[in-house]
């Protein structure tokens, strides 16, 4: 490597840079009279490169470590606004929990008052429904009770009625069945003295002819047939006789089955009169349980007139709590409105400060994003220009050393594109730190009104 001239810190003597300075870049500036000279006093007759590529990298060196610390500086200044943000928002919490808590007391007040209310409207609704339906059961027992006086009298002239039809009616049929029953005997008594008179004489005509067989005995043989024949027509005729007996028997044991039946008959009518007797009687006892009925609800319908009369008491007490409680509700309208009323003006006051801050914020931000821009583009032109130069250098000194140049080109271009990513990536992090503040401070600003709004309304 060709010797540089170099200035000393205090005699001013030119020297070769050290190892370190070689890799590093020099501790100090270029002197003027060193960073004046020509290029080709001040380049490398092993490499080609400039000893002025150290001066820059010391420049770029410097920048970098005041915006480091200007970086250090917005960092801190983010943990305080940061540290601030959380305290704010632990404030605002406790600030809702407090407000909730009030707003949950008022809400159980209110939510007591109207079930308190519901529950005497329920009452008063139910003795209304109560007194209603005793009225209606009233009038309807006691239309109930005419209507069971009124049937239990017609049922009674009908049941008289038909007993007398009935008694009527059966006396007539046991004169007729008497009746028949003596006519029955009648022609039984003459069908039974026709039939002794007939055995009578069959048997005095048996006695005659047997008279005539033993005087005539020798005529026997002549009248055996005969008097066989006789004899047959006779037993057909007493078979005849028998069985019209048995006729007569059984139509008198037919109408005597009758006589027994219309007897059943008499005694179910007359049970059936004794049951009837028995339902009229069982009737008046319910007309009797009925009154008495009646009597209690009349009672009654006197204890809940005496009630609704409490009730009404006590609904005018109510009315008057309610009323109270209705402008005690009215002023808290009132103070509420007032706390609106201040709340939003001091809304605006902040409003007005914070679109203030953020103007002020806003300019400062695209004045850094204006330096920032203009630092960059300075470094990418004098980037440029050097690798401009260096490219020209190279090409100038190809003949000599074709792969050395070549080494030091790409090792100066990954430089190049090192610093040129680490720029953006200052950029890119400025740019982010400067939003990131921005919205902590709107956020800030935001929890700050809020804050003074719960404790305005808290505090009346």
Same mark, same amino acid.
């Given at each position: ?5 170099s ?7 030119? #020297? ?19 960073? *004046? ?13 400039s ?6 990298v010391? +420049? ?8 480091? $610390? ?22 605002v919490?406790?600030?809702?929990? &407090?407000?909730?808590? =009030?707003? +949950?007391?008022?809400? +159980?007040?209110? $939510? ?16 209304l ?7 209606? /059961? ?13 049937l239990? $009298? ?6 008289k %009625? ?6 009527? !009616? ?25 039939? $002794?008179?007939?055995?009578? #004489? ?35 005729? %007493? ?10 028997? &059984? ?5 005597e089955? *009758?006589l ?6 008499l ?10 007797? !028995? ?14 009925q ?15 009369? #409490?009730?009404?008491?006590d609904?005018y ?7 109270t409680l209705?402008?005690?509700?009215d002023? =808290? ?61 190279t090409?100038?000194?190809? +003949? ?9 080109? =790409? ?8 610093? /040129? ?13 400067a ?7 709107? *956020?800030?600003? =935001?929890?700050l ?12």
């Open positions: 490597m060709a010797s540089l001239p200035v000393s810190g205090d005699q001013g003597d030119l #020297r070769d840079p050290t190892l370190e300075e070689l890799y590093t870049g020099p501790v100090r500036a270029l002197p003027d009279e060193i960073q *004046q000279m020509p290029a080709e006093d001040t380049a490398c007759t092993f490499c080609g490169v000893y002025f590529v150290f001066a820059e010391q +420049a770029l060196q410097i920048t970098v470590k005041q915006y480091k $610390k200007t970086f250090r500086d917005f960092v801190r200044f983010m943990e305080c606004e940061r540290s601030v943000a959380r305290d704010l928002r632990q404030q919490a406790e600030l809702k929990g &407090s407000f909730a808590e =009030l707003v +949950a007391t008022c809400s +159980a007040r209110v $939510k007591q008052i109207s079930e308190q209310n519901e529950a005497y409207c329920t009452v008063k609704q139910e003795a429904d109560q007194l209603q339906q005793l009225r209606k /059961e009233l009038l309807e027992s006691e239309s109930s009770r005419r209507e069971l006086q009124i239990s $009298k017609r049922n009674e002239e009908e049941q %009625l038909s007993h007398s039809l009935v008694e009527q !009616k059966l006396r007539n049929e046991i004169l007729h069945l008497s009746s028949q029953m003596e006519s029955c005997k009648l022609l039984s008594q003459s069908q039974q003295a026709a039939f $002794k008179e007939e055995n009578d #004489r069959d048997q005095q005509l048996i006695r005659e002819l047997e008279s005539k067989f033993v005087e005539g005995q020798q005529q026997w043989t002549a009248a055996e047939r005969q008097v066989v024949t006789e004899r047959d027509v006779l037993k057909q005729r %007493l078979l005849a006789m028998n069985e019209r007996v048995e006729l007569e028997s &059984s139509t008198a044991r037919q109408l089955g *009758q027994t039946a219309i007897r059943e008959e005694r179910r009518v007359v049970a059936a009169s004794d049951t009837e007797r !028995k339902s009229s009687s069982q009737m008046n006892s319910e007309i009797i349980q009925l009154k008495h009646l009597q209690n609800l009349e009672k009654t319908r006197a204890q809940l007139v005496s009630e609704n009369g #409490r009730y009404k008491d609904k007490k109510l009315e008057d709590e309610i009323n209705r402008l005690r509700a002023q =808290l309208q009132g103070q509420l409105s007032v706390s609106t009323t201040s709340t939003e003006k001091i809304k605006n006051q902040y409003t007005r400060d914070l679109e203030k801050l953020r103007g002020e914020h806003g300019n400062e931000i695209s004045r850094l994003q204006r330096d920032h821009a203009k630092v960059i583009e300075a470094l990418k032109a004098s980037q440029n220009n050097y690798l401009e130069y260096l490219k020209k250098e090409v100038e000194r190809q +003949a000599k050393g074709e792969e050395s140049s070549r080494l030091a080109r =790409l090792a100066m271009e990954n430089r190049l594109k090192d610093a /040129e990513r680490r720029a953006n990536e200052w950029k890119d992090r400025a740019l982010q730190n939003s990131q503040r921005e919205v902590n401070l709107l *956020q800030s600003m =935001l929890y009104v809020l804050g003074t709004m719960l404790k305005i309304q808290f505090s009346q």
